[in-house]
């Protein structure tokens, strides 16, 4: 079962609660799959089921078409947040990680056809794999955070936080206007370019600019 743990394996001590995402928050992942650039955050949820380790292989579900990667900045938050203001949401920061936004693409684009919730695509058990957290307060905002995936030692997606069109602690606060956030939820901050489908077999190296580096694999 899933807990949140620090990068050194300890656990953190927070509930395991809901994961807040945010879809086409960089301009070139959401042309890339011919959308329109957002003016403002685009929100799902993701439940606490959804979520696992990303050190564990990846299990994909059979059967439903592609299941595409989606690397992301995952935010840890560690005090309540309503309408907060966005020095709140950033002190409300406990950690920052890194994960992935599974997504079944096929499912996702016949929703979207029938204007439907995403859900059955975004919010299957182990949707939202996570690596451990750096705790805030050794992670400077002064500089943009980076992140990376590798395929098969092979760059699929590289991007960092200056590209986010919605930046993170604007993008907590703007969140906690809509839905309270609880200590061990999670916001997945959105993805660069660069998504595309995960097989059997795939070999996946998963960074956080130089603070951690996750090796895993697809089952």
């Known amino acids: 079962m899933y807990v949140h743990k620090w990068i050194d394996g300890s656990e953190i001590g927070l509930p395991v609660g809901k994961a807040v995402c945010v879809g086409r928050n960089y301009a070139e992942h959401a042309r890339?799959?011919?959308?329109?650039?957002?003016?403002?955050?685009?929100?799902?949820?993701?439940?606490?089921?959804?979520?696992?380790d990303l050190n564990e292989p990846l299990v994909l579900p059979q059967d439903r078409g592609a299941v595409h990667h989606e690397v992301e900045i995952v935010v840890l938050i560690g005090a309540p947040l309503t309408r907060a203001s966005v020095d709140e949401a950033?002190?409300?920061?406990?950690?920052?990680?890194?994960?992935?936004?599974?997504?079944?693409?096929?499912?996702?684009?016949a929703l979207k056809e029938k204007a439907q919730p995403w859900e059955k695509a975004k919010a299957f058990d182990g949707a939202a794999p996570v690596s451990g957290f750096v705790e805030a307060r050794g992670v400077s905002t002064r500089q943009n955070l980076s992140i990376m995936l590798e395929v098969n030692d092979?760059?699929?997606?590289?991007?960092?936080?200056?590209?986010?069109?919605?930046?993170?602690?604007?993008?907590?606060?703007?969140i906690s206007r809509h839905f309270t956030l609880l200590p061990g939820d999670l916001v997945y901050t959105g993805t660069p370019a660069g998504v595309g489908p995960l097989a059997s077999g795939d070999r996946l190296v998963v960074k956080l600019g130089n603070f951690l580096a996750v090796r895993t694999s697809v089952a």
Do not use: W
């Open 32 to 52: 890339e799959l011919g959308n329109e650039v957002p003016t403002e955050p685009l929100l799902f949820i993701k439940p606490a089921t959804a979520l696992c």
């Open 90 to 109: 950033h002190a409300a920061i406990a950690g920052y990680g890194v994960g992935l936004d599974l997504t079944l693409r096929d499912v996702q684009n």
């Open 154 to 174: 092979d760059v699929r997606q590289h991007g960092h936080s200056g590209q986010m069109l919605f930046p993170i602690f604007p993008l907590v606060a703007e």
